[in-house]
C-alpha cells in the first residue's frame, strides 16, 4: 500500500490500482478511484480545495448540525451544516493490511484516521458550541469499496445534541437512469415541498431538484442501492447511520450554487447521504457514538 502526505492532504493506493485521496480540511474525500482509475465520487471544478469554503463534492461530514438548525438552542450559531467540514483535521496514522504470500495484491486494504477535537475547530467557529469533545473519522479502502466511520466523544460532564452526515457524491453517468432502490415505504420529509413527511412507493428517480430526508423503513442495516439503467453501480450499508439524504440540486439549484462547476455537472451527481440528522443523538458526559457507511460497487 503506497501511502504519501502532505501538509494539506493525505493519498493512498493499493498494489491493485484502487485508491483515495482525503483533504485535511473537513477531513473531507475528494477522490476515490476503482483498480481502472475511474472516479467514483463527483467534485466540482471549483470546489474550494485551499480556501475557507467546504468542499463541493467529495465526502462533506456534516457535524454538529444538519442544514441550519434555529430551532435548537445549542446549534444556532453554527452555519449551515456545522464546522466539521471546515476544520482543519489532524492525520492520526495509518493502519494496512499488505498482501499476504499466495493471495496476491488482492486482500489489501488500508484505513486512515483524522482526527477533531474541541480545541482544533475552526478557531472562528469554536466559540459557537459550548461542547467538549473528540472525533475520530476513519477512512477505508480496499478492493470492494470505500467506507467511512466515525467514533465521537462527549469529553465534557454535561450531555450534548448532534447531529452528523457523510455528505457523499457519488459520481454517475446520466442522472435520468438513476434508481434508487432500498427506500420502499420509508417515510421522508420533502425538503422542497415545504418539509412535508411522505411516504416512498417504490424506487426513487430523480426528474427535478431533490432534496429528502429518509428513514428507512427495514432500518440501517437494508442497502441503499444506486443502479443506473438496470445496473447496480453502488451499494451503500449503513452501520447505526439511520437516515439517508438523498440531494440532486438539479438546473436551478446548481445554476445558483456559485462553487458547482460544470452549471450541467447535476447530470452526474447524486448524494447519498447516511447520517442521523432527523431529531438528535444524545451523548450524556463520557459517552461515545459510532456510526459509519461502506459504499461499495
Ligand atoms: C443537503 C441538504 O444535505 O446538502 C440540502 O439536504 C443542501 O438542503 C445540500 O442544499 C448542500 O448543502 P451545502 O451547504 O453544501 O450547499
Redesign the pocket.
Known amino acids: 500500500v503506497d501511502i504519501s502526505e502532505d501538509n494539506s492532504r493525505v493519498s493512498a493506493s493499493l498494489p491493485t490500482g484502487e485508491s483515495v485521496e482525503v483533504l485535511l480540511k473537513g477531513a473531507t474525500v475528494i477522490s476515490w478511484k476503482d483498480r481502472a482509475g475511474n472516479e467514483k465520487l463527483w467534485l466540482s471544478d471549483a470546489a474550494d480545495l485551499d480556501g475557507p469554503k467546504?468542499v463541493r463534492g467529495g465526502i462533506?461530514l456534516v457535524f454538529p448540525n444538519f442544514?441550519t438548525t434555529p430551532d435548537h438552542p445549542a446549534t444556532s450559531k453554527l452555519p449551515?451544516?456545522g464546522f466539521a467540514r471546515t476544520s482543519q483535521w489532524e492525520f492520526l496514522g495509518k493502519s494496512t493490511s499488505e498482501s499476504s504470500p499466495g493471495k496476491g495484491p488482492s486482500d489489501a486494504a488500508v484505513k486512515l484516521d483524522f482526527g477533531l477535537a474541541s480545541s482544533t475547530v475552526d478557531k472562528s467557529l469554536q466559540g459557537l458550541w459550548a461542547h467538549s469533545f473528540s472525533a475520530i473519522y476513519s477512512v477505508t479502502l480496499n478492493q470492494e469499496g470505500l467506507g467511512t466511520s466515525i467514533v465521537i466523544t462527549n469529553d465534557g460532564n454535561e450531555p450534548f445534541e448532534a447531529q452528523v452526515l457523510m455528505?457523499t457524491y457519488l459520481r454517475v453517468k446520466d442522472i435520468t437512469k438513476v434508481e434508487v432502490a432500498g427506500l420502499d415505504n420509508s417515510e421522508y420529509l420533502d425538503?422542497v415541498d415545504a418539509a412535508k413527511a411522505k411516504t416512498q412507493s417504490g424506487a426513487v428517480t430523480i426528474t427535478g431538484e431533490t432534496?429528502r430526508v429518509y428513514t428507512p423503513a427495514k432500518g440501517p442495516s437494508e442497502p441503499v442501492v444506486v443502479s443506473e439503467g438496470g445496473e447496480p453501480v453502488f451499494t451503500v450499508v449503513r452501520d447505526g447511520l439511520k437516515d439517508v439524504?438523498v440531494?440532486n440540486p438539479w438546473v436551478e439549484k446548481a445554476g445558483g450554487?456559485g462553487d458547482f462547476e460544470p452549471k450541467d455537472g447535476y447530470k452526474h451527481m447524486i448524494?447519498i447521504?447516511a447520517g442521523c440528522v432527523r431529531g438528535w443523538l444524545k451523548l450524556e458526559g463520557g459517552e461515545t457514538f459510532e456510526g459509519g457507511q461502506t459504499i461499495s460497487y
Open positions: 467546504p462533506p442544514g449551515q451544516h455528505h425538503k432534496d439524504v440531494w450554487i448524494c447521504e
